[in-house]
């Protein structure tokens, strides 16, 4: 397993696009935090580009890159080498490098620029978010055997979690404003692991006060450690879950 | 009959000049009751001069005109169980004293300073630490209340007592004082034609401005900063608010500047910075919000849809999260030559004034005034995609609620 994840890692050094990755998120970074010299502002703008950027690029990267190395895998599987093992080395391999991308572009600034819970929350959640949409990355990779649907279905993927699935939400919240629904709120939050990170992060900003203005309930439990190891546990879920799922499917797949 | 009436004259002048004569200034020393025996002793026009120490001494009445001075270094101590100066006499002055440990009390109030009924009291450059009450004004006229140091560790909202307190009370002069840690910091109840200046208030657990049915009152160059819910002015008319910071009033349920009911008022010059709500405005009637700073605030302005005739010109709106807040649709409040640090149009004559007008009301604020809940996509995505849709095509934002001149660049105030 650990001669295919470096070989990954190799490939994927070779490939350059993590590169280009870790320069843009550092230029996007420095840039940022240097604007205001208001750190608090300048990690909520972080935040924004963190939700944005990670899911569409890690999604989008690792299926493509799991598309293009199917000859690759195919090849390691005629060796005596599980599927499983297979699979989650490619993973770690693709996951590993896409962390380090992160935390090489967004990590080093911020800990040059401000530190902090917050700052440090920040990178937590964006890390979960890469490997999380990586793993999502890997089951539509087993899910799909055509590459231009897995790419379609990626895309989709992304912008569900990052845009469609807070309309939703809103929609929702319209619809059934007159009951007490904060509590299934919370529920419903940990279905997508993009809010999850971004409450994660906002409420250890100061701006934590205008979400507890308004909804008590969010703030007081998310607030609370008990909050925090809740929303760490629901985003493990979102990495563990889809990786199960794949190594289950890809074990009885048709190669 | 001439002589008798010349007897009388010549006998008030005597009296008065035996008064005058007898002003006499007293050094008082530490001992028990050595105040006490001091003060009864005294007459009217004389000075007591307390010598450093602890004084632990308590409920001293005085009802006659003196003035009791110290050098800062003269404590009183009312040992966190009584009451210490009950004032019942006109013009009468305390000066450079430390008054400490006012005690609790359910039936009454003890104050550290008690006015009750008098007119022309000064109460200069005290030190009142620790105490229930500091200073309580009660149906008091025309005192001064001057650079005082007001302190109190017990940050208790419900118990607590407040740093200033005054109740029917009219001309007074409030300037210089610094209050913290107390109920509220300075409060005001019936109290009229005040000139509130200079004071600073910081991290009083409730208020740091706190009053009501107080009309024609002035309040300048003060600064209020870090307090539990800010400033709070209700069912009041003519109140004037100039060159004033709002500070830090940052919490769950803290506000820059709360109005109620207020009537034919003026907010001038003001500085709010990083409140969770600026100025929250709830049936005010002709209220002028002119030439102020909102910066880096929540909210910068809540304006329910009851508050009517009032006009906010010449403000400067930088950093807020939301600039204006408002729950209904009907607007009959004027914004104009405002600017807003979020306003995107264009000035294609050079008069320096936007040609398009400026919505202040994103439809994010609109949907979480009307369901809380909705707060919790702040900062989504999603949000921000509908505030710049709503921009380009308005349809659930208040359109009667908008600035028709808006100034391109930061105005100088």
Not at chain 1, 217 to 223: E, I, P, R
Request: glycine residues 8%; aromatic residues 12%.
């Amino acid at each position: 397993m650990k001669t295919i994840i470096k070989y990954v890692l190799l490939d994927l050094l070779k490939n350059k696009t993590i590169l280009v990755y870790t320069v843009i998120l550092a230029a996007l970074a420095v840039s940022v935090l240097n604007m205001d010299n208001n750190n608090s502002k300048g990690l909520l703008s972080l935040l924004n580009i963190t939700l944005l950027f990670v899911p569409i690029i890690s999604i989008l990267f690792s299926t493509i890159y799991f598309f293009n190395s199917v000859e690759f895998t195919e090849l390691l599987l005629a060796q005596p080498i599980k599927r499983k093992t297979m699979l989650l080395a490619e993973y770690t391999g693709v996951a590993f490098a896409l962390s380090i991308a992160y935390i090489a572009g967004v990590g080093i600034p911020v800990s040059i620029f401000c530190s902090g819970l917050a700052a440090f929350t920040l990178l937590v959640s964006g890390l979960f978010l890469t490997l999380i949409f990586s793993a999502l990355a890997l089951l539509i990779f087993v899910l799909f055997k055509d590459k231009t649907k897995g790419i379609g279905a990626a895309i989709i993927t992304a912008l569900f979690f990052t845009l469609l699935f807070d309309g939703l939400l809103l929609s929702f919240i319209y619809s059934f404003s007159d009951y007490p629904i904060d509590k299934p709120l919370l529920g419903l939050i940990s279905l997508n692991p993009v809010d999850l990170g971004r409450i994660l992060v906002l409420l250890q900003l100061d701006v934590a006060v205008m979400m507890g203005y308004s909804g008590a309930l969010f703030k007081k439990f998310l607030g609370s450690a008990t909050g925090s190891i809740y929303t760490i546990a629901c985003m493990l879920f979102w990495i563990i879950i889809p990786l199960v799922i794949s190594v289950r499917v890809f074990k009885k797949k048709d190669l | 009959m001439n002589s008798i009436r010349a007897f009388t004259l010549w006998s008030v002048l005597l009296c008065l000049d035996v008064a005058v004569c007898f002003a006499t200034t007293t050094k008082v020393y530490p001992a028990p009751n050595s105040l006490h025996y001091a003060i009864s002793n005294a007459h009217k026009g004389d000075t007591l001069v307390l010598q450093n120490g602890v004084y632990k001494e308590h409920d001293l009445v005085i009802q006659k005109k003196i003035v009791i001075t110290g050098n800062g270094a003269a404590i009183i101590d009312a040992e966190n169980k009584f009451q210490a100066f009950l004032i019942y006499s006109d013009s009468v002055a305390i000066q450079g004293l430390e008054i400490r440990n006012i005690g609790k009390a359910g039936m009454i109030d003890m104050a550290g300073i008690r006015i009750v009924n008098a007119k022309g009291v000064s109460i200069n450059n005290n030190k009142l630490l620790n105490n229930n009450f500091a200073i309580y004004l009660q149906n008091a006229s025309q005192c001064n209340i001057l650079d005082n140091i007001i302190h109190s560790d017990f940050k208790d909202e419900v118990n607590g007592g407040n740093g200033i307190h005054a109740w029917k009370s009219d001309h007074l002069l409030i300037k210089g004082n610094t209050v913290s840690g107390h109920r509220d910091g300075i409060y005001f109840e019936f109290v009229t034609d005040s000139y509130i200046t200079g004071n600073v208030s910081f991290s009083n657990a409730r208020y740091g401005l706190h009053f009501m049915f107080s009309h024609d009152d002035t309040y300048s160059g003060n600064t209020f900063k870090d307090n539990g819910a800010g400033v709070a002015v209700m069912y009041s008319h003519g109140v004037i608010m100039l060159d004033n910071n709002f500070l830090q009033n940052w919490g769950e349920a803290s506000y820059g500047l709360l109005l109620k009911e207020i009537t034919d008022s003026k907010i001038e010059h003001n500085r709010f910075i990083k409140n969770t709500v600026g100025i929250h405005m709830e049936g005010t009637t002709r209220v002028d919000v002119l030439k102020n700073l909102f910066q880096d605030n929540g909210w910068a302005l809540r304006v329910q849809a009851s508050c009517s005739g009032s006009n906010f010109t010449g403000n400067n709106f930088i950093g807020n999260s939301f600039d204006v807040a408002t729950n209904g649709t009907m607007m009959l409040n004027f914004f104009s030559h405002n600017y807003w640090d979020k306003y995107d149009g264009y000035d294609l004559d050079k008069n320096s004034i936007g040609d398009v007008p400026y919505y202040p009301v994103s439809v994010y604020s609109v949907i979480s005034e009307k369901i809380p809940s909705a707060m919790i996509l702040y900062h989504s995505f999603l949000t921000d995609i509908m505030d710049k849709v709503e921009k380009v095509l308005p349809t659930m934002i208040p359109d009667k609620l908008k600035d028709d001149n808006p100034v391109m660049k930061k105005l100088k105030l």
